[in-house]
């Protein structure tokens, strides 16, 4: 992405007449201080933030840690307020940080990240840089056998297997089923409806508890209401289904810098793009995964993944 109205940092003009001791003076009150990354408190936030870290660092930026900084809000605020120079956001985040949840702009990838890029930008100095191609929306997620018994990659194959009288039974949170931003849209969208009776409501919005109902086919569960980029879900042989008419927001990770870290520091952009161009669904399920359902550390999984980019 080209930056706009980017000043450059390279001192011009300096006059040979100089003395040594001005000129380190000079260049040390123009020396970039390191580049501080957070990043959220979540698991994928733990693992984005352990590949912003180290790929900047590996490519030679000095950086700072402060990831896992605390929930959305937190991190954001930091951003905004200088405290951090870079971390990991979600495009569809942009609905709620310029009040325009109602706006349609966030149902598609490309939208969504123009719209987002565009007024942060404008509005605070911040960069976003390339996105992910991975989505950690609501979705809906289906047992690995019944995907593959019954061909079910989308939700239109969902669809036509309840019109055959397929069985199904969906672990899902309250707010799901009843918000009319999910499990209600996504049955308008694609014309199915399930009973009360092919519901299972659970408290809270634990994605966890979810999949586990599923996992573990719990009353009859064969279902469950998940994110997109769930680490559980290929551990427990669950399949999202895809969402093709984009009735859920769009939330692909992306950074987000301050746009004067990005001018000390312009390699970032080229260290980071790879990087997450390489973050597909199924990838990101598989990193996340091998920490919340692993255990393993965060910064080695980030470690390891950084190492196959280079190959």
Do not use: C
């Amino acid at each position: 992405m080209k930056l706009p109205s980017l000043k450059p940092v390279v001192l011009r003009h300096v006059t040979t007449t100089f003395a040594a001791g001005s000129l380190l003076v000079l260049a040390t009150a123009h020396a970039a201080g390191p580049v501080v990354i957070g990043s959220k408190i979540d698991t994928e936030g733990s693992v984005l933030g352990e590949l912003v870290l180290q790929q900047l660092k590996n490519g030679g930026v000095d950086v700072k840690d402060r990831l896992q900084l605390g929930v959305t809000n937190i991190v954001r605020q930091a951003l905004v307020s200088g405290e951090i120079d870079i971390y990991p956001e979600y495009t569809g985040n942009g609905a709620f940080f310029f009040d325009m949840t109602d706006s349609p702009v966030w149902q598609k990838a490309d939208s969504a990240y123009e719209a987002v890029r565009d007024k942060d930008l404008e509005a605070n100095q911040l960069v976003w840089l390339t996105p992910a191609p991975a989505n950690n929306t609501w979705a809906i997620s289906v047992r690995g056998d019944l995907a593959r018994d019954n061909d079910l990659t989308s939700l239109e194959d969902l669809a036509d297997y309840l019109q055959a009288g397929g069985k199904l039974k969906l672990a899902a949170s309250a707010e799901f089923v009843e918000s009319p931003q999910a499990l209600p849209s996504f049955q308008e969208a694609y014309d199915f409806e399930l009973s009360q009776d092919q519901l299972l409501v659970l408290s809270g919005g634990n994605t966890a508890a979810t999949m586990r109902a599923a996992a573990l086919q719990t009353d009859g569960v064969n279902a469950a209401m998940t994110y997109g980029t769930d680490g559980g879900l290929q551990a427990l042989d669950l399949q999202v289904l895809d969402d093709n008419l984009g009735v859920q927001p769009v939330y692909q990770p992306a950074p987000v810098v301050r746009q004067s870290a990005l001018e000390e520091n312009p390699e970032i952009e080229a260290l980071l793009a790879p990087l997450f161009e390489a973050l597909d669904r199924d990838t990101l399920q598989r990193l996340n995964g091998d920490v919340a359902v692993n255990g393993l550390d965060p910064a080695r999984v980030a470690a390891d993944f950084l190492s196959t980019l280079d190959n």
